[in-house]
């Protein structure tokens, strides 16, 4: 008599030795055939090989404390140009005593732009961010900032109006009176602006030198003009394509034929065309101011571009969704903001940061217009005669700084679609 | 900002408004303003690049420190915009730049359908030829049969083709299209020459050869690239300023006149000396400027000689030999006419 096992109890053996762990994990993936195994041996010693010349050239006969170029020569990478260099490559030509207000103003828009990046934060919050954010930047790079009583005025003019259009079947009366206040004051203040009643005033707030615009350089330049090249051109992108979606025909004109036009032209002829001809058209003796030219050109190039994503958007909204927002007495301006755009843009976030990397990199062009952004103060450091003839290095130590950047913008916008898409999935 | 601004369209305005018939015109906005507004190359090694602290160097820099020092009696008064090639010539037509000291050549066109006025020739460049010292050649007449890298499509290839024609020579051509590429070509061996401007010749053997010692750049230059300042049409006054700021730095290194000796010099017996660094007045006042602007020029930047060695020369790495830019006194082509 033998005691059978049930067959239930039966204990599974376990997989052979060579099927599991990474001898396992390695016959599967990389020798499952001989044309495989040829192919993985080959493909390991390349990257060895490469690997190896590689560390070799940057790490073990690489030069860190060299002081000129020429001592640097004949060996391995020559890292001394990057410390030697690396403050200019990354403010540029900005007064060299300052080199903390432009590393402030960096660290402040990078704060800027990694608290507005989180969604708690997607509300009144957001103005109040990048109002101080905008204001501690630029009073940092320019030292001073004057704002004139005009600015005020029409500022007040302007919330008045928003605030009326948003809020104008929902606002409790104090509320509307307020805003209708706002709106005197503004106009008012304007036309005795203007007719000379009022005083040229100013709020002076000067607790820095003035360093004008032409001295700015390097990462602070590249990413004034992308942030506040795509936070002005996001807004001007959304108004262009509802635009071009408009029944209005002379609306839906205007909009396709910018956006065609612009799409239509590269970047660098728009920046030469601010740069070369917008000058000679300009009364003899007036010019504007370079770096604005530029952050315009931009903002007007980026704004075509996202125009066009943020229509992808909208034409996937079914159109229930616009009849449902009629049936509920909300106006165009309500329906726009608090049905349509919350969904649209949801659908194009992919596309809206590729656009956003892209215009990153794109920032560079500038170049064309004699402004040092980050890849030209890498390029000026190569120029210095006592420094000459290490391109690798600097471009290396550019590309790798672009990527931190470019990288971590790829990397949120992966957090955000699986945030926003958490109603969607199953 | 929004002021200053707004400031400086109305300052724009009124001067326009004055018209073109006050020929000071240029020089009253410049020293309104307080500043020298001119314009750079976005960075050519000798010429003008920004060193590590942000501040540019080189010889055309150099050019704008010393008008500044004549104007203001400060070589700092002046604001540096680098400007693209594409672009140098609107910024200074629109007024964006007083001043183009931009390794630009002159040429009867520029002078003249552009509206500018060249007003000397700070650096003479031309067309070179470097090649290996083991080949052993002292002169270009000697590079008969020769490998030489060109890039194509630029008057370098076409001056190329014609100096051996005329010299009766034959070469072999190795036409490569990026500058980079061009280098490395001949750093590795794969022509026996190359060819380009001497000054970046110069450059390119400093900045990119393994060893620059084991190359020589042969004395013969093949074409004309005369450098020099530019200013617009219409002020006269500064374009004579800009002129002589220059030629004072000329006559400086001709009478031995240098930023160390200049205060010794005050003492100097020598007429001419005294006429220039206005201890005798009368100079100063025919430019309109301080009498003292010469001696301003001299102590802040230094006289030719002192310029082109700091920036270019022996003093420099670039190691360019004074050739063509020397003075006439010693074999070469500048000459300032006298200052009296």
């Known amino acids: 008599m033998t005691d059978a096992m049930p067959v239930g109890d039966r204990k599974p053996l376990p997989p052979p030795v060579d099927e599991t762990g990474v001898v396992g994990w390695a016959r599967k993936n990389l020798f499952s055939s001989w044309g495989n195994g040829i192919t993985t041996i080959v493909l390991i010693a390349a990257v060895v090989w490469i690997l190896n010349w590689f560390l070799e050239w940057a790490l073990f006969t690489a030069n860190f404390t060299a002081t000129t170029g020429s001592e640097c020569r004949g060996g391995g990478a020559c890292w001394a140009l990057i410390r030697e260099k690396f403050r200019y490559i990354f403010f540029g030509s900005f007064p060299y ?94 036309a005795l602006r203007i007719a000379g009643v009022l005083p040229k005033w100013s709020i002076a707030i000067a607790p820095l030198s003035y360093v004008e ?23 001007y992108g959304i108004l262009l394509a509802l635009g071009r979606r408009s029944n209005l025909p002379l609306i839906k004109g205007l909009c396709v034929g910018f956006i065609e036009l612009i799409r239509g032209v590269p970047l660098i002829s728009l920046l030469i065309m601010a740069s070369v001809m917008l000058p000679l058209f300009l009364p003899s003796g007036t010019t504007i101011d370079k770096f604005l ?99 690798g290095e600097v471009y290396l130590f550019a590309a790798f700084v672009y990527f931190i950047f470019c990288f971590s913008m790829s990397r949120y916008s992966k957090y955000l679609e699986f945030e926003l898409n958490k109603g969607t999935r199953r | 900002m929004f002021k200053k601004v707004m400031a400086g369209v109305l300052a724009a305005g009124l001067v326009g408004a004055a018209g073109t018939a006050y020929a000071g015109k240029d020089l009253d906005a410049i020293k309104a303003r307080g500043q ?49 090639a594409q672009q140098r010539f609107t910024a200074l037509q629109s ?31 031309g067309q070179g030829f470097m090649v290996n010292k083991k080949l052993g050649v002292k002169s270009a007449k000697e590079l008969n049969g020769a490998t030489v890298c060109v890039q194509p499509g630029t008057t370098t290839e076409l001056n190329l083709a014609d100096y051996f024609r005329t010299n009766k020579m034959t070469f072999k051509p190795v036409v490569i299209e990026k500058i980079d590429e061009v280098r490395a070509a001949f750093f590795a061996g794969r022509c026996d020459v190359f060819t380009t401007d001497a000054s970046g010749l110069y450059a390119t053997r400093a900045a990119n050869a393994p060893t620059p010692d084991d190359y020589i750049i042969l004395p013969e230059i093949i074409s004309k690239e005369p450098l020099g300042p530019v200013v617009r049409h219409g002020d ?67 006289n030719y000689g002192e310029v082109f060695d700091r920036t270019v020369g022996a003093g420099s790495p670039l190691k360019i030999a004074r050739g063509q830019n020397a003075l006439w006194t010693q074999g070469g082509l500048q000459y300032a006419p006298p200052i009296r």
């Open chain 2, 36 to 84: 020298l507004l001119c314009g750079v190359s976005t960075g050519v090694a000798g010429f003008a690049s920004a060193d590590s602290q942000g501040k540019w160097t080189g010889i055309d820099v150099d050019v704008c420190r010393a008008v500044a020092a004549a104007i203001f009696g400060d070589a700092d008064k002046v604001k540096f915009i680098p400007t693209t």
């Open chain 1, 213 to 235: 615009t032409s001295l700015w350089g390097g990462l602070p330049v590249t990413l004034i003009l992308a942030t506040y090249g795509l936070a002005f051109a996001f807004p």
């Open chain 2, 236 to 302: 006269n006054q500064f374009a004579d300023i800009v002129r002589w700021a220059f030629y004072a730095m000329l006559e400086a290194e001709e009478y031995g006149i240098t930023s160390k000796n200049v205060d010794e010099m005050l003492k100097s017996d020598n007429p001419a000396i005294k006429r220039i660094l206005g201890v005798t007045p009368g100079m100063g006042k025919a430019l309109g400027v301080d009498e003292k602007w010469v001696y301003n020029i001299i102590k802040q930047v230094g």
């Open chain 2, 95 to 125: 007024g964006e730049v007083d001043l183009l000291v931009r390794t630009t050549t002159y040429t009867l066109t520029r002078d003249t359908a552009l509206g500018f006025d060249f007003t000397g020739i700070n650096y003479y460049d």
């Open chain 1, 293 to 391: 030219r530029a952050q315009v050109a931009v903002i007007l190039f980026a704004g075509a571009y996202i125009a066009e994503v943020i229509r992808g958007g909208l034409q996937s909204l079914p159109k229930g969704q616009f009849e449902a927002a009629d049936a509920m007495g909300l106006n165009y301006p309500q329906k726009t903001l608090l049905i349509i755009l919350p969904q649209a843009l949801r659908v194009v976030i992919p596309p809206l940061i590729n656009t956003f990397i892209g215009f990153f990199k794109d920032t560079s062009l500038v170049l064309i217009i004699g402004i040092f952004d980050f890849l030209n103060t890498a390029n000026q450091a190569l120029v210095d005669p006592n420094w000459a003839g290490f391109p």
């Open chain 1, 97 to 190: 005593q300052q080199h903390w207000r432009p590393l402030f103003a960096v660290i402040t828009m990078l704060a800027m732009l990694v608290l507005s990046a989180d969604r708690r934060m997607w509300n009144w919050r957001l103005l109040v961010i990048w109002g101080v954010g905008s204001f501690i930047t630029f009073l940092l790079m320019f030292g001073q900032i004057h704002i004139p009583l005009s600015l005020i005025l029409f500022v007040a003019l302007a919330g008045g109006v928003i605030g009326l259009t948003l809020r104008s079947a929902l606002a409790p009366s104090s509320e509307r009176m307020a805003y209708y206040a706002l709106i005197g004051i503004g106009v008012v203040g304007l």
